[in-house]
């Protein structure tokens, strides 16, 4: 397989098109999805935490893996289950109508992003922007209330540049940053393709700062691969199954990864066990032992670190694939798959809650959910009523930052409540 430019993947995966090549999409369609990213996410983030680096492989309680027969039941590994409120039940985590949730690093930063970008004359941030929004947002560990700033490894290491004075992409350069391999970026940028719909090279080009705040090589092409997939979103035969819109996404941001690179390599590991037939847990197995144990396809710099972008990337094609585009499916995975498994389950939840949509969400679950988010929860300065958002004034926002995108970046038009993109 080779590598296709992203101009070809538009082409070759069948976009609603006009008879001038145009992709048409509804804006208040697009806002009702963007609700369901946000909601998807923090569904599947917090659900996903009960289970957060419980299991990892190896010996002791963290080695044997969960499958499908533990959903429901109680946490094994003692690292967080009913810990800093973590819930002992590995099941879903609600929040109703009357109830709020609370920001997380997968969604937090993302949410920094947007902000930034609102408030900017231009559609791609500078690592000036950045670092300054970092630092006007993220709590410094030093005076953070509870001396938590909720910032792990790569991102942990480029604030502290930024205190220093380093300014992104600097920030995630191998000489300053020894963790530019871990999953930080895979959780924080996948907005950005979110705001070029249809048109990926787009997304690569705004997001290819924020991603390379915080990595470098093979993390940096996974991230961009999310961000692919999440830009093509918008594209999506609407009549087509749930299972086929997911893996057309899959195989076209399939097409611009490398493929002597490990991420590739990973994807097609993983997708050669899904069409064997083998069941999830086994293909799961199998990743643990081709890639920490065996180091295969090139994994040998950081093959046992549990938060390494690598193996979370295949533990996620795990979920993306067995999961089948259903919702409840994919995120269940993801919990059960082991290593960082919130993120993995965070990332396919905003995906699928922006192809479900807000309501189609609330349909699977067969209720409603709360549509407010504390991001001063774990972020600071907003100017959001005791910190709290909303996902609706969300979703506002980011068709905002897309109005500026069709019609600065794309030469595209806004007209009345639809975007044109050639």
């Known amino acids: 397989m080779r590598r296709l430019s992203v101009l ?13 090549d145009e992709i048409v999409v509804s804006r208040t369609d697009y806002a009702e999805k963007l609700h369901g990213f946000w909601l998807g996410q923090c569904i599947a983030n917090w659900t996903g935490i009960i289970t957060e680096m419980d299991k990892i492989g190896g010996e002791g309680d963290r080695g044997k893996f969960y499958t499908r027969s533990d959903w429901g039941t109680t946490v094994q590994s003692r690292r967080w289950g009913g810990q800093l409120g973590r819930p002992k039940t590995i099941d879903w985590v609600r929040r109703g109508p009357d109830e709020i949730w609370g920001a997380d690093d997968d969604t937090d930063i993302e949410y920094i992003y947007q902000y930034l970008l609102a408030n900017s004359d231009s559609t791609r941030l500078t690592g000036e922007q950045i670092r300054e929004g970092w630092l006007a947002h993220i709590y410094d560990e030093k005076s953070a209330p509870g001396g938590e700033n909720f910032l792990w490894v790569s991102n942990q290491r480029a604030h502290d540049l930024m205190l220093e004075g380093v300014v992104p992409p600097t920030t995630s350069d191998p000489s300053n940053n020894q963790h530019y391999e871990m999953i930080d970026a895979q959780l924080t940028t996948e907005i950005f393709g979110l705001f070029a719909p249809g048109r990926p090279d787009i997304g690569l080009a705004i997001a290819h700062m924020p991603i390379r705040t915080t990595a470098r090589g093979e993390a940096a092409l996974a991230s961009e691969f999310y961000v692919i997939m999440h830009s093509l979103a918008a594209t999506v035969d609407p009549t087509a199954p749930r299972k086929d819109q997911v893996q057309e996404l899959a195989e076209s941001a399939r097409s611009y990864l490398p493929d002597e690179s490990t991420t590739a390599k990973m994807y097609d590991f993983v997708l050669s066990r899904y069409e064997a037939g083998v069941p999830w847990e086994e293909a799961r197995d199998d990743v643990y032992r081709r890639y920490q144990v065996e180091q295969k396809d090139g994994y040998d710099k950081t093959p046992r670190n549990p938060v390494a972008s690598g193996i979370n990337f295949a533990s996620s094609m795990v979920s993306l694939f067995y999961g089948e585009g259903d919702y409840q499916e994919t995120v269940k995975i993801a919990v059960l798959a082991g290593w960082d498994s919130d993120n993995p389950a965070a990332t396919w939840g905003g995906l699928l809650g922006f192809l479900y949509g807000k309501q189609g969400i609330e349909e699977s679950f067969g ?26 004034a969300m979703a506002a926002v980011g068709v905002a930052i897309v109005d500026r995108v069709v019609e600065n970046e794309m030469n595209g038009k806004v007209h009345e409540d639809q975007w044109v993109i050639p």
């Open 367 to 392: 209720q409603e959910f709360s549509d407010r988010y504390h991001i001063h929860r774990t972020r600071t300065g907003f100017p959001v009523p005791d910190g709290v958002d909303t996902f609706p």
């Open 8 to 20: 070809t993947i538009v082409m070759l995966f069948g976009a609603m098109m006009t008879p001038a």
